[in-house]
């Protein structure tokens, strides 16, 4: 079955890669789908800060909080899970599951997959951050649900981008690599099976137009088959647009039985609105996010003329800070890649994670530095928002970050300087200020309660005191 479980696609001749994931051979190009909503700013962020999440993620985010389990029907009682066994899989799925290396279910797990397996099927919205076990959540009850047998569609699964939806199709079929006869086929851009061909892929995974496509313009996919309809990453979807009403068109032709499941990272208003549209009468399942602190972290600043001297601040702080790994912040890219070619010039080995690079060619430089082969990564907000680097012992703050209007934005500080001190690690941050913006630190320490010490980068003695 391994060989016939390749994803079929039609090579359509633009830029990303469709790997052929049993050899990890490019086996096909694409691109990320635009198709017929579009993707720009905010939504382009988010699906590459998704995509990153998916490719660096080698194992699970144990969060520290409960799961929250809101139930459909109250007096029902509540089963949750501690074992894969207990779930009565089939055995070949249950394989799948320990060739990855699964030993038990994720929190999220333990109570998402009973609902999720039960009979009669049950609807469910699960928001948790990212790398928390939704996705092979929800594979493994499409893998169950499905008839090897019958050889139609019987699973869509939504994906906001062409990238997202590989990347979940990756899961289907390490998962379901034991599993005879079960096939993914995937709805995306270029991906054309000609008029009135019979698909025999149980398992569908697109974005949400060419989907819409199948089931009505090309009547590729019989909606009345579908027996589990999945929506993956609500929150990157509704901000692509055309996403949401294509997406609330699919479901609305699937029969009353289908079960219908909701996946998202976070949960704000306009998440939940949607979330409603598609999911009737759901159980829900929240768990919170892991809250940064700024407790373990000591803080430092410099302060400096022009950027000139916080150019020879950084220098002087390198040889410290390179004892351990750092990330640098800059405001823009401009400021980001000058900074990164000056250190460079002058000697110093920085990497820049740049905007600008493709999402694959920052997943490559992040591991890079995971793996510790880069020392300093010199980047801007936008690029590292929502990647944790966990070995991070420095930031440095080569500019502040500020919002539009120019005042500190203290959540970005919070998110920069967060990611050093997780686990109980011991973090440091230096901000590098020129005078005229002394200022904000004082705005700093008031709002997060928290002392910022000074710091003399020009007195070597000095800068060796900040790791003791
Ligand atoms: N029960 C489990 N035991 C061990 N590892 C798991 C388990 N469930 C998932 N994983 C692994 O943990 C990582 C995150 O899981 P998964 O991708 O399902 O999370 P997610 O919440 O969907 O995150 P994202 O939205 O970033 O994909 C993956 O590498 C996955 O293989």
């Known amino acids: 079955m391994a060989a016939k479980f390749l994803p079929r696609f039609w090579r359509s001749g633009s830029q990303a890669e469709l790997l052929d994931f049993q050899n990890n051979n490019v086996v096909a190009e694409g691109k990320l789908d635009f198709e017929h909503g579009t993707l720009k700013g905010k939504s382009e962020d988010l699906a590459n800060h998704s995509l990153l999440n998916k490719l660096l993620r080698r194992t699970l985010v144990d969060s520290p909080h409960n799961v929250e389990v809101l139930q459909r029907d109250p007096t029902s009682p509540l089963f949750s899970v501690k074992s894969f066994e207990e779930l009565h899989l089939k055995n070949e799925l249950l394989r799948g599951i320990y060739a990855m290396g699964f030993n038990r279910p994720s929190k999220i797990q333990e109570n998402a997959l009973p609902m999720m397996l039960a009979d009669p099927p049950q609807n469910l919205i699960a928001q948790s951050q990212s790398g928390t076990g939704k996705t092979a959540a929800f594979v493994l009850a499409m893998l169950s649900r499905v008839d090897a047998n019958k050889k139609y569609p019987q699973c869509i699964c939504l994906s906001p981008t062409f990238e997202l939806a590989l990347q979940t199709g990756k899961v289907v079929e390490e998962m379901g690599k034991f599993c005879a006869g079960i096939e993914v086929i995937y709805a995306l851009r270029g991906n054309r099976p000609g008029k009135g061909s019979r698909l025999e892929a149980q398992i569908v995974i697109g974005t949400p137009g060419t989907v819409l496509d199948w089931c009505f313009k090309l009547r590729l996919i019989t909606v009345e088959n579908i027996s589990v309809f999945v929506l993956d990453e609500a929150d990157v979807m509704i901000n692509v647009q055309g996403h949401s009403d294509h997406s609330v068109r699919v479901k609305r032709s699937m029969p009353k039985s289908c ?154 500080y919070l998110h920069r300087i967060g990611r050093t001190g997780r686990f109980g690690k011991k973090g440091i941050a230096v901000s590098l200020i020129e005078n005229f913006f002394v200022y904000m630190l004082k705005e700093i320490e008031d709002h997060f309660n928290t002392k910022i010490t000074k710091l003399n980068s020009m007195d070597m003695d000095e800068m060796g005191k900040i790791w003791k």
């Open 259 to 412: 079960q219908m499941l909701l996946f998202s990272a976070t949960f704000e208003d306009s998440v939940w609105a949607f979330a409603e549209r598609i999911v009737p009468d759901p159980n829900i399942i929240k768990l919170k996010k892991e809250e940064l602190t700024l407790k373990n972290i000591q803080q430092f600043y410099d302060q400096c003329e022009n950027k000139e001297q916080k150019y020879s601040a950084l220098c002087n702080l390198y040889g410290v800070i390179t004892i351990a790994q750092a990330i640098v912040f800059c405001q823009t890219r401009k400021i980001a890649s000058w900074l990164s070619q000056k250190l460079s010039d002058d000697g110093h080995q920085v990497a820049l994670l740049s905007g600008e690079l493709p999402v694959y060619d920052r997943a490559d430089m992040i591991q890079r530095f995971r793996e510790g082969r880069e020392k300093v990564l010199v980047t801007t907000n936008v690029c590292a928002r929502g990647i944790d680097v966990e070995q991070v012992s420095i930031v440095v703050n080569f500019d502040l970050p500020v919002n539009v209007d120019g005042s500190v934005d203290f959540e970005t």
